[in-house]
């Protein structure tokens, strides 16, 4: 069974900090799909990255960086030089590749709280 | 392109009534889902269709939620009779293809408080 885990289920910081979202996944599948989603106050969810699992070659666009390590199963996602608007929580999610229908699994979220 | 979109935005309704949530996937979109995020739960799905018939409702929690696509452009999510536990915000989110191309595009939720 596929299982998502954040840790952290909430960090502040204080704008122009950099802060890291972790994430731990559990699967028995060899090819996966991670990814992760924001959800701003407002209630919507917004997609950021997709990652397949045998690409484990770090992402950067802009301030957000994403770090995947099959060894740890991990998928940590950073956020450089903070800003208020990255206030939002933050969802990682899991897909195996076998499952027939795009299934998503998530993880609990963190809440991230930017302060000027 | 519109995204995906949900109606009503919020529903208030009372204990025992009828409640109707629905759903336009984004268009050329093959997969639809339904998820319920509540505050203890999280986000949960409860119930996905590929070319508008039901693969899997394992996550529908009882038998007073039901969801029906009756075509490619239209899903409802019913719960009758509704209780005051099933408040919480109610996304669909829409896909197009297999597991290669599974982004999933999410609605802006239905926000359904049950008295």
């Known amino acids: 069974a596929q299982k998502v885990t954040q840790a952290q289920t909430e960090i502040s910081v204080v704008e122009k900090e950099d802060v890291t979202l972790d994430c731990v996944y559990e699967?028995?599948?060899?090819?996966?799909?991670l990814f992760w989603y924001k959800q701003p106050p407002s209630g919507e969810l917004v997609f950021l990255i997709r990652?397949?699992?045998?690409?484990?070659q770090n992402e950067i666009s802009g301030r957000y960086s994403w770090n995947f390590q099959k060894s740890t199963s991990s998928f940590n996602f950073t956020i450089t030089a903070s800003q208020v608007v990255d206030s939002a929580v933050y969802f990682c999610?899991?897909?195996?590749?076998?499952?027939?229908?795009?299934?998503?699994?998530f993880g609990g979220g963190t809440r991230l709280m930017v302060k000027p | 392109d519109a995204g995906v979109i949900q109606s009503p935005r919020h529903e208030v309704t009372e204990m025992g009534q009828e409640v109707t949530l629905r759903c336009k996937p984004i268009?050329?979109?093959?997969?639809l889902f339904w998820y319920r995020q509540t505050m203890m739960r999280g986000l949960e799905l409860l119930i996905y269709?590929?070319?508008?018939?039901?693969?899997?409702d394992s996550g529908m929690p009882e038998d007073r939620f039901s969801a029906k696509m009756p075509n490619a452009s239209f899903s409802t999510l019913k719960i009758q009779p509704s209780e005051p536990r099933d408040s919480a915000v109610y996304f669909c989110?829409?896909?197009?293809?297999?597991?290669?191309?599974?982004?999933?595009?999410f609605g802006p939720g239905t926000r359904l408080t049950v008295l």
């Open positions: 989110a829409s896909s197009k293809g297999g597991p290669a191309n599974n982004e999933q595009f």
């Open positions: 699967t028995r599948d060899t090819t996966y799909y």
């Open positions: 990652r397949n699992s045998f690409d484990e």
């Open positions: 999610a899991l897909s195996e590749i076998n499952n027939a229908g795009n299934m998503l699994t």
């Open positions: 268009s050329g979109h093959d997969y």
């Open positions: 269709f590929n070319n508008n018939v039901p693969i899997d």
